[in-house]
């Protein structure tokens, strides 16, 4: 082995990233000083932004207590009080939480409890989950198999489960027609859900999965009016259960605390993740109804999954301080103004650009969708790599940003992500947005299309 080549399992297996080598609020800092300012939070994680001086003593003062115990033997002060402030008030009836380390973990919990909740009914022959193409709900062979992100579902497909089949997104940039209002869209769309129920025999659904607000795979998509409501009542009238995957959009991200709030309904189960902790431990937790848990309760006793790491004390320890920071700090009429800002700078700087085809998104948590012709949104060639060569240029220039591809149908298009973090100044969004201009036109111009 060569004497700088890294033994870590990067993602790229090519090249080994530089280190990380501190933090200073909205800013990373490389070891050979390159100060990068995060606008993406990494994947949409560091809502706080690094070294965050409450968070740190918070993790401190736990570690110097206890470190870990396993939830077969124990539960922790932190993971208590954690639950009692996300549940203890029963946001849209959900009632109690479950801890686990991440959003992958958090979406295989909640399609087993749901499964699990149907069996205890006496209802067995629930075992079909209805998804959305273009959505992306975790990496692990049960999180893959609900997503649609066609790119990484592809390797692993002899793998992957029949019980998950995937209907038309909430997409309007790329699957409403030129002739059709955002009612018939709605419609529409919840035509092909009724039509999916019954073609899978509505007593075998045990729930739809979605994104309030699509994260990586489609670039901040969130859906039009009217069609979380059409969705719950087709729920409801299936008897299935409705549950939303915030493990991105969550947690404030969009401008309050749960992404649903916005859509005027309320899930049976809800997957969080990554702003639940802002990056300062591995954490995720499953929300979920009282109606459900107290069926299991009172069936046979035992949630029928878990993990090591279950509620892991160092983990809701930071997690608790993370969302005592938000709510101490209002934080989230920040996301909000901020917002604001962002949309309205974005479409100063690319709203007449004409390569860029759609600006979408909700709090501080916007996409910028890249197309070669505006008119036909026809995205880029993917060989071109349009994504990966913004966030070269980006990275150069002193921005982490989230580039994607695969954004129009899972193997062409180009987005960008942005999801600065809640504490981002108005210096900072206008130097996010400029910056993001010059690499977007930089990776342009290297491959022959001017600005």
Known sequence: MAANKSRVMHRSLRETPPKAVGGDGVWLIA?????????????????????????????????????YAHTGFFSSEPAEELAERLVGHEPGGLGYVYFVSGGSEAIEASIKLARQY??????????RFITRRQSYHGNTLGALSAGGNAWRREPYAPLLSPSFSHVTPAFAYHEKRDDESEAAFVARLAAELEAEFQRLGPDTVAAFIAEPVVGATAGCVPAPEGYFKTVREICNRHGALLILDEVMCGMGRTGTLHAWEQEGISPDIQAVAKGLGGGYQPIGAMLASGTIVDTVRNGSGAFQHGHTYLAHPLACAAALEVQKVIAEEKLLDQVKERGRQLEQRLTERFGNHRHVGDIRGR??????????????????????????????????GGLGCYPSGGTADGQRGDHVLLAPPYIATSGDIDMIVERLGAAVDSALKNIGHGA
Not at 40 to 56: D, T
Request: charged letters at 25%.
């Open 118 to 127: 149907f069996i205890e009914r006496g209802e067995p022959k629930r075992a």
């Open 31 to 67: 070891e050979d000083g390159h100060r990068i300012l995060d606008s993406s939070g990494g994947a949409a994680v560091s809502c706080l932004g690094h070294q965050h001086p409450r968070i740190l003593a918070a993790i401190a003062k736990q570690a110097s207590r206890i470190a």
């Open 363 to 396: 709090g501080l948590f916007w996409g910028v969708e890249l197309v070669a012709d505006r008119a036909t949104r026809q995205p880029f060639d993917p060989k071109l790599k349009l994504h990966q060569r913004i966030k070269s240029a980006a990275f150069a």
